[in-house]
């Protein structure tokens, strides 16, 4: 008969000790996307600071006459770093959804039976 009974003690505690590694998870999952995210944003700050350097360089100067997609204009800047940054926003913000917004699907690998 005690193959009936399945709200056993050690199914209880089984099932606690899955919720606590699933929470563990989640934590180590949150807390690696902010590190991520913190280095990465070092580096586009890094990066937009060599091409500000660069365009002042090669320009000439301050962007005196605005921006444009081409290069070597006196007094005008080129506009390639909106790429990189655009870039860089999808990606932090499709990571930030994946930890923080997405549910744990029923079933899945974070949720399966060992």
């Known amino acids: 008969m005690p193959d009936l009974i399945h709200d056993t003690p050690a199914d209880s ?3 606690d000790d899955r919720a606590r590694q699933q ?6 999952r949150k807390r690696l996307y902010r590190t991520s995210a913190a280095v990465s944003g070092l ?3 890094l990066l937009v600071l060599i091409w500000a350097v660069s365009e002042y360089h090669n320009a000439g100067g301050w962007p005196a006459h605005g921006f ?4 070597g204009l006196h007094d005008v ?3 390639w ?3 990189p940054a655009g870039a860089w926003l999808l ?7 994946n930890v923080y917004l997405r549910k744990a699907v029923p079933g899945g ?6």
């Open 81 to 83: 770093i909106v790429y």
């Open 68 to 71: 444009s997609q081409g290069s």
């Open 109 to 114: 690998p974070d949720t399966a039976k060992k």
């Open 91 to 97: 990606l932090v913000a499709a990571g930030g959804w």
């Open 13 to 15: 505690a089984t099932q």
């Open 77 to 79: 800047w080129s506009l």
């Open 43 to 45: 580096g586009m700050m």
């Open 23 to 28: 929470a563990v998870k989640q934590i180590e």
